[in-house]
């Protein structure tokens, strides 16, 4: 019991809002304590973990090409793009990011697209393109934009990536069975995120109709 | 044979470039902590393999200790509106072009290096393509664009510094699963779970693991940390055991069900807290709140479709 004490310091920590390096830290640091290892089995053990783990940090090398892309005026141009298309409304836009994304991750194709790659360069600009066409956005009317075209990333990324035969979960999941002596092939678990990946897709493409409305509405009364 | 240790050199490199090129930028007052800790993370990646675990664990805390007492600044050299507007009217929208370099290598590459293995590991072949995108949009860029040789890597400085320490977040939440399970977490929580719902009702059984997957998953930040654990308790004794339950829904509805966990937990930084800084929001939740309204009804769906499709 007393090992889940250090869920306790990550909830008061976020809740708090210390800074979550600090609180991270602190979680290890008692939750090891609390299962009887030292501070420095639990520093080395977390130092271990760091090492083996730095591929999650292997993305921030993208960041030279966005800065060279965004000082070329990228951003901007994808405004310009969508101020050009007629009929281009943000909901139409980013529910065919949220298609693409999600066929993209059900072929095995999770890299390709990203908040880094794909949505800070040319996604959220385009949004707010298309939602500002003839109509005046406040501030928080971006930052809502550019938080639905993250939201919508990660939509299509979780609810797509499970199709594919070969992702880690789908072979989380049958290592997992398989140690309790149920062997299930993995088209047999991925044919399951079907109904799902559907399910997800109808959920967030009316979300989207429905946050294009309400863009649309209070810019009409403005 | 290049591997991700190639990779890793690049990367380390890149980092090491940002702490120099940030020492250069004097209207930061607090520039010299933002190089610090640039450069740890460049020697992170340079020589982790070499550093022995005690090593990397004190690289670590010092990475904390700098961001906790707040020695990181933001910085800001961010090009001019109207050269950045006059630059988008010449160039056209050539520039999409180079954009895509990266998506399209990566996705030419995956393929490619699995097709024909040999020159690089086919299972880290995304991931190498996707550095070898990065190189090739930048000899594209610095051949046709003709920038300052130093401007890529400069701007790419100022982004990185307005992402600042939660840059290593995803990297830090991992690393704190792994104390987890050497301290037996997910054992004393499968318990817990086990001991809380009612052995014979099917319907309560089958919401208690949906709830409990996504419950576990917003406090691990991961379903893949959820799932083992949910899985012994409730899965296989009762789902499977007791009530027949066919496992192939059970385990890959199940998992989804922790998906929709993912979507609301700042846990789960590299997807909700990493985006919110990279797209400067001022809210930092701001891209969990906009996830909510997704994430309830799609988890009501789940534990429904395990309840119809698993049982039949």
């Keep these: 019991m007393l090992v889940l004490s250090g869920i306790a310091v990550i909830i008061a920590g976020f809740l708090l809002r210390f800074n979550p390096l600090l609180v991270i830290i602190a979680s290890a640091l008692v939750t090891g304590m609390a299962a009887g290892l030292d501070p420095v089995a639990i520093i080395a053990s977390f130092g271990k973990a760091f090492n083996d783990t730095r591929y999650v940090s292997i993305i921030w090398i993208v960041l030279p090409v966005i800065g060279l892309l965004e000082a070329y005026g990228l951003q901007e141009r994808a405004r310009q793009l969508i101020a050009g298309m007629k009929g281009a409304t943000i909901g139409r836009l980013l529910t065919g990011y949220l298609v693409l994304r999600q066929l993209l991750s059900a072929i095995g194709l999770t ?24 109509v005046d956005l406040s501030d928080d009317d971006r930052e809502d934009i550019r938080a639905m075209s993250a939201a919508t990333d990660n939509i299509g990324l979780f609810f797509g990536e499970d199709i594919f035969l070969a992702i880690g979960s789908i072979l989380l999941m049958k290592g997992v069975l398989e140690q309790n002596g149920i062997f299930v092939e993995p088209l047999r678990l991925s044919v399951w995120a079907i109904p799902t990946a559907i399910t997800a897709f109808v959920i967030h493409a009316f979300r989207l109709w429905r946050f294009e409305r309400r863009l649309a509405r209070k810019g009409g009364a403005a | 044979m290049i591997t991700l240790t190639a990779v890793y050199v690049l990367t380390g490199l890149v980092f090491l470039a940002f702490a120099l090129l940030g020492l250069r930028e004097r209207q930061n007052p607090r520039r010299f902590g933002n190089a610090a800790f640039w450069s740890l993370l460049a020697v992170s990646m340079l020589a982790g393999d070499r550093l022995g675990d005690i090593g ?42 180079l954009a895509l370099v990266i998506p399209v290598t990566a996705l030419a590459g995956s393929f490619l290096f699995k097709t024909f293995p040999g020159l690089v590991d086919p299972k880290q072949a995304t991931l190498v393509s996707l550095a ?30 307005s992402v600042g320490w939660a840059a290593i977040l995803p990297q830090m939440l991992a690393s704190l699963g792994a104390v987890f399970a050497l301290a037996g977490v997910g054992d004393v929580v499968g318990q817990l779970v086990e001991g809380a719902i009612p052995q014979h009702s099917l319907l309560a059984s089958v919401m208690a693991y949906g709830l409990g997957m996504a419950l576990f998953t917003m406090v691990m930040g991961n379903a893949f940390a959820a799932f083992p654990v949910m899985f012994a308790a409730i899965g296989l004794p009762v789902l499977i055991g007791e009530h027949h339950g066919n496992p192939a829904v059970i385990s890959a509805i199940g998992m989804l069900a922790g998906f929709c966990g993912t979507l609301m937990t700042p846990m789960a930084a590299n997807f909700n807290l990493v985006p919110a800084a990279l797209l400067e929001l001022k809210d930092k939740n701001g891209v969990i709140r906009a996830q909510v309204g997704t994430a309830l009804p799609l988890l009501i769906a789940n534990i429904a479709f395990i309840y119809w499709f698993a049982f039949r």
């Design chain 1, 111 to 134: 890299s390709v697209a990203g908040h880094a790659q794909t949505v800070r360069p040319l996604v959220a600009p385009m949004a707010e393109a298309a939602a500002g066409q003839g």
């Design chain 2, 56 to 97: 990397n664990g004190v690289l670590v805390l010092l990475l904390v200790a700098l961001a906790g007492t707040g020695a990181l600044g933001k910085a800001s050299a961010e090009e001019p509106a109207d050269l950045r507007e006059a630059r988008a009217a010449r160039h056209g929208n050539s520039l999409f072009l």
């Design chain 2, 132 to 161: 070898a995108g990065v190189l090739l949009a930048l000899g594209i860029g610095q051949i046709w664009l003709r920038p300052h040789p130093a401007l890529p890597l400069q701007q790419g400085r100022r982004l990185m510094d």
